[in-house]
């Protein structure tokens, strides 16, 4: 059976078909890094890393892109919280996000917004396949809430460069052809996927409150630009918390540090892969600690299997084992 893959584009099951026969590339959205991780963030590290593993099993050769965003509102606004002046770590990218904004401001898919304000937005209603990914139009879509819309043609089009602003500190800012000023968060994650994955890469992967606007507004200005960019999108669905989502900033989440105190890493993502990914799955104390005891009788059983075989006996598998098929089959679907 060959891979098969729930692409959200297509709202459909897929058979995976690389772009590059024996090759997967693969791009997850990572931490936006204004405070510790949470549990909700550990679910999307631990899934795609299966699939990648699943992939390495099957013998492809997997580049495996995951990013960090250290810098963006959030991010700002946790540093001015706190005192000390921001100083980005992680900014070598800069120069491929300008890059792209200079060629969507040459195709006629962005501008330079003429309030002054150094701010150049993505011109939505420049291009007809806005909206693609998510399956809605552009009327029926919210407003970008990214910036001051006072400069902008429409109120959906969003910020690919935000202009400097007096009340934030110099060293969250780079020299631009509009003025001093730092990239949206957009436009980072198609930049870093274009200079590690070429302009066509197969997988997209992220949380599913990042499909809109995030992962729309990155297969909009890459494919504006002229770039492939992704041939499947997968998103894994939240840890929820009395029904809702777990997040920061709704004052609900649980860091991993306090969680790693009660069970080992092993036995919290044997945890978050119990249940399917695209399924959310409501976080309890009780439930990890049964899954952790699950994990250790596995752990009990296999520690007694090896200790009762002779010591020259090969634990091994292959494709004809019919237990081998069955996982292979459920794995692939």
Request: aromatic share 10%; charged share 25%; with cysteine.
């Amino acid at each position: 059976m060959t891979l098969r893959l729930y692409d959200t584009a297509a709202g459909d099951v897929r058979e995976f078909v690389p772009l590059q026969e024996g090759r997967a590339g693969i791009y997850v959205c990572g931490l936006t890094v204004q405070s510790e991780p949470h549990v909700g963030h550990v679910r999307s590290a631990v899934n795609f890393d299966v699939l990648r593993r699943w992939l390495l099993a099957r013998d492809y050769d997997v580049t495996f892109i995951r990013n960090i965003t250290d810098i963006d509102d959030k991010i700002l606004a946790k540093a001015a919280e706190q005192g000390p002046t921001y100083e980005p770590a992680a900014t070598g990218h800069v120069p491929e996000m300008l890059e792209l904004i200079g060629i969507l401001i040459e195709r006629g898919h962005a501008y330079a917004a003429e309030d002054g304000s150094g701010d150049v937005y993505f011109d939505v209603r420049s291009w007809p396949d806005y909206g693609e990914l998510t399956h809605q139009s552009i009327d029926d879509m919210e407003a970008a809430e990214d910036a001051d819309p006072r400069g902008k043609r429409d109120p959906r089009d969003f910020a690919l460069w935000k202009g400097h602003k007096p009340s934030e500190p110099e060293t969250a800012s780079w020299p631009s052809p509009w003025g001093r000023g730092r990239p949206g968060w957009h436009i980072e994650c198609s930049a870093m996927a274009g200079k590690y994955l070429g302009d066509a890469f197969d997988i997209h992967g992220g949380g599913v409150d990042l499909r809109f606007p995030h992962h729309e507004n990155e297969q909009a200005q890459s494919r504006a630009a002229g770039h492939g960019f992704a041939s499947y999108w997968l998103h894994n669905a939240w840890i929820t918390t009395s029904g809702e989502k777990m997040s920061k900033s709704l004052g609900n989440s649980l860091l991993v540090p306090e969680v790693l105190k009660q069970v080992r890493g092993i036995e919290l993502r044997y945890y978050m892969v119990a249940a399917h990914y695209r399924s959310h799955v409501e976080f309890s104390f009780e439930a990890l600690q049964d899954a952790a005891s699950a994990f250790r009788r596995i752990e009990t059983f296999l520690d007694r299997a090896r200790s009762a075989l002779p010591s020259e006996f090969h634990v091994g598998t292959s494709s004809g084992d019919e237990p081998w098929r069955a996982f292979a089959g459920a794995m692939d679907d």
